[in-house]
């Protein structure tokens, strides 16, 4: 059974940087896609970024689009999330997410099914 785990979150002041890992454990030689979340009370999760796992190309939320970055390290089964020039607007629970779908990635977060416990990121001076 796939196990996912997010660390790293934290507090940091607007214009800040802070590195999100999620490593991955049990069998993922059937995830087709890695994906980072957030989500805030009330509100629906939200795609930050999804990195399919035939190819290699990670897709971006426009929002954190030229602010963030993520990256797979697959000896060391971990996801990383590099996330600069933080805003308020970041604040939010960051979940890191695997999907079987072929199709994930132009998907939402209903199409993954084993999700971390997330992480808090608060943004604010």
């Known amino acids: 059974q796939l196990q996912l785990a997010e660390s790293g979150g934290g507090l940091v002041q607007p214009g800040g940087s802070l590195t999100l890992s999620c490593t991955i454990s049990?069998?993922?030689?059937?995830?087709?896609?890695i994906g980072w979340f957030r989500q805030v009370p009330g509100k629906e999760r939200l795609a930050v970024s999804c990195?399919?796992?035939?190819?290699?190309?990670?897709y971006y939320a426009d929002p954190v689009k030229g602010r963030f970055s993520s990256s797979r390290d697959t000896a060391k089964n971990t996801m990383t999330l590099q996330m600069n020039s933080l805003r308020p607007d970041d604040t939010a629970v960051y979940y890191c997410?695997?999907?079987?779908?072929?199709?994930?990635?132009?998907?939402?977060?209903?199409?993954?099914?084993?999700w971390g416990r997330g992480t808090q990121v608060t943004v604010s001076s």
């Open positions: 997410g695997a999907s079987y779908s072929y199709f994930a990635c132009a998907g939402t977060a209903s199409t993954f099914t084993s």
């Open positions: 049990g069998v993922a030689s059937d995830v087709h896609a």
């Open positions: 990195t399919a796992s035939d190819d290699g190309v990670t």
